[in-house]
Structure formats: structure tokens, C-alpha cells
């Protein structure tokens, strides 16, 4: 029995989660110090999708909010979450991208490095993890957790034992759909505490309505950590709330030692925060109820946005029912991919094109046909002979590390935006999102000699959460 310690969410998944990773750096700035006052294990502040959306919606520089928030918290350990192999993008980037991304975010403030694989393959995680670890930062390696025939609690604890193995600081059961029911975690934690030494964390959504009953039968069974939400911006499709946490295990052997009072003036700080995203509409109240066909269909909440508007523009939204129902036959075809970014984006959108087009696989995404080959990893099960050739034919599907296929690119891309850099981090910025980012260049030019921009508007997007 020991005090559980708290990773808070709102500087990241919380804000991602409910109002599209909108929340800015000068409303963040005000509390920071706050924040830090609080007594957390840890504040989740970068990564995931706060860098994109900053750059594309907040004509903000990413790596300027990490060393801001680090400038302010200076008792509490800065998180962020990483892709893997895929960085904060959508695609596989080459060794030499990783590695440099990694020692930035060290060098910029983070101490927690949260390193997940959408295929939960160990080799897409090696490079980060072991950055991580030689630039001296905390290595955190996530199972991305889900259900199918194929994951078991034995094929979990095989994974976690291959990532302690790796090197991992500590792992996380990253349940990102909501999946996880109270008894399954209290099996899973009790499989994994007895066959690892490293600290465990749980980090669950609150889409199904079970993530609270999950954390405290996850909290009996000897987990270390939780991720929870100030309550203003927890629930929905967000993390469950921290104050009900804290005042639950209070007094408890699980007591976590905060403050409620300390806790309350930073829900104090983010109500009007969220009364004025309600307002706006940024906030949807849709995403703030409770749907157990989370646990049928397995779909997370940014990934039912998506494809509401994806039948939308297609004139389709009666459909709706039909694709959901499509979605799980998709995942099986595949190999049961975990539905986490990017593979859940590309599973809905087949399930999208097979429901429209009315046969399935008659139209499939580059994305699609690029996994089937290998190039996102290995999948959990073998991909059958008859899908592979209804997808790619005769193409032949690659056994070795993905990242193994990419040649080194730094030099090549510095090349390129020049006349834009003002900061080592700015190529970096650039090679994962060259478009958007080179518009925040453009933009930022612009204001250093006050001249107008010819931008494109950046004003409110779908964007993938």
C-alpha cells in the first residue's frame, strides 16, 4: 500500500480531448505556477497533438509554450507524449528526425517522456526510448491497451516485459478508447506488478463512463500512478476528474497528500475557461456524455468526430450505424490494430469508403495499402493472404523495422527553409508538418517587421484528436 501519485492532464490530453487541443499558452501561463504549487508527479504539457494545433490553429511556436511552462514549474516534472517512430506526425520519420526530437525536448524541458506505438511494436519504440534515456530524461513506454481475441493478458505482459527490457523508466496502460472495465484492470495491474520491478501508470477516458470505478480497482491492485483532469475540463472523453480522485482515496492508504483547497483555485481558474468554450461552441456537450457502445464498437471520441464529418461531406450521415458496425470487421481484416492516432483515423476512414462505395476494399487509402505492406510495423495478427491481395496485390509486404528503410534527412530539410530559421527546432517543426509550418514562419516573419502576412485563414478546422 503507498500513496498514489497524480500525472495532471489539462496542459494536454484534457484540453485535446474536449475542445481540440484549443487552449493557448497565455491562458495557460496565469496558473502555471499554481499547477506547480499543487504537489502532481508530473504536469502532461506537450506532445500528442499540441504541437500541430498549435502551429496550425494558435499561430503559436510549440517549442516557445514548453520553455514558457518550463520557466514556470520548477518543482514538478513536465510530461509530454510521443508516437514512437511517428514523433507527434502521422508517419514514420527516419532515425536521425528522432533521435534530434528527442534531445530538444529534453534540452527544451521535458523530464517525462511518454513513448506509445500505435501497434504496440517494441521496434517502432527503440530509438525514442533509448534517446530518451541517453539525453537523461525519464523513458515511460505505454502499452496501447485494447480488446480482441489476439490481446491477452499474457500477450500484455509479454509486451511490458520487452519494454523494461528495452530500458523503459516505467510503463503506462495507455487505454485510450475507454476500453478497460474495473475487474480487467484489476487482473491486468495484479499480472504486470507481478512480473515487472518498474513503476506503473494508468491512463484512461472517461468515453464509457467506467474510467473512475477502473482507477480505483487499478489503485487496489497496486498501480503507482493515475492521469486525472481538473474536474472543468475532465470527463466525456477526457480523463476522469482529479478532485473526486483525490477526495476518494483520502484517508485512505492510497491517500495521494494534495490539497483540495490548492486543487480548487486551478478549477476555480479553468471554469470560466470552459463556460466561455461552451459558449463558442468549442466545446461540444455531446462529448461530455457517457457512451458505453465505446466497449461494442471500440472507437475513441476524436475518431467518432471524424467520421460524423466525414458522412457529412459525403451526404451520408444515415449511414452512420452501418459504418460503426464496419469498423470492428475492418480492425479484424487488419490484424486488430489498437484504435489510437494514426491507425484509428485510417481504419474509419475504409470502414467510411466501404460502407459509400458499397464493396468492401473497392477503394482503399495510400495509408491503408502502405500498413498492409508493413510500414507502419508488425501487426498483432498476421494480415490473411486474400486481404493482402484484395489491398496491395502482389506488392511484397517488408519484415524488417520500418524506420529501417528511411535514409537520414536533417541536412536536406534545413536546406530547404533556410530563410526561415531562427531556431534549431524550427527544422524539426518543419519536417513534420512542412506546410503548416512553414505558413507559422511566414506568419512570424510578418509580425517581426509588422508587415501583413499573405496567409491562408487558420481559423477553426476538423482536426484529428
Known sequence: MATIKITETILRDAHQSLIATRLKTNEMIPILEDLDAVGYYALECWGGATFDASLRYLNENPWERLRIIRKHVQNTKLQMLLRGQNLLGYKHYPDDVVSEFVKKSVANGIDIIRIFDALNDIRNLETALLTTKKEGAHAQAAISYTISPAHTIEKYIALAKDMESLGADSICIKDMSGLLTPYEAEK????????????LEIHSHYTSGLASMTYLKAIEAGVDIIDTAISPFALGTSQPATEPMVAAL??????????????????????????????TGLLDPKMLGVDINTLVYQVPGGMLSNLVSQLKAQNALDKYEEVLKEVPRVREDLGYPPLVTPTSQMVGTQAVLNVITGERYKMVPKEIKEYVRGMYGRPTVEIKDEIVKKIIGNEEVITCRPADLLKPVIALETEKIKEYIEEDEDVLSYILFPNVAKDYFKFRQAQKYNIDSDLVDKEEKTHPV
Open 250 to 279: 483520502s484517508g485512505s492508504p492510497f491517500d495521494t497528500g494534495l490539497s483540495l483547497n490548492k486543487l480548487d483555485k486551478i478549477t476555480q481558474y479553468f471554469t470560466p475557461i470552459r463556460e466561455k468554450a461552451i459558449d
Open 188 to 199: 491486468l495491474v495484479n499480472a504486470l506488478k507481478s512480473n515487472i520491478q518498474v513503476p
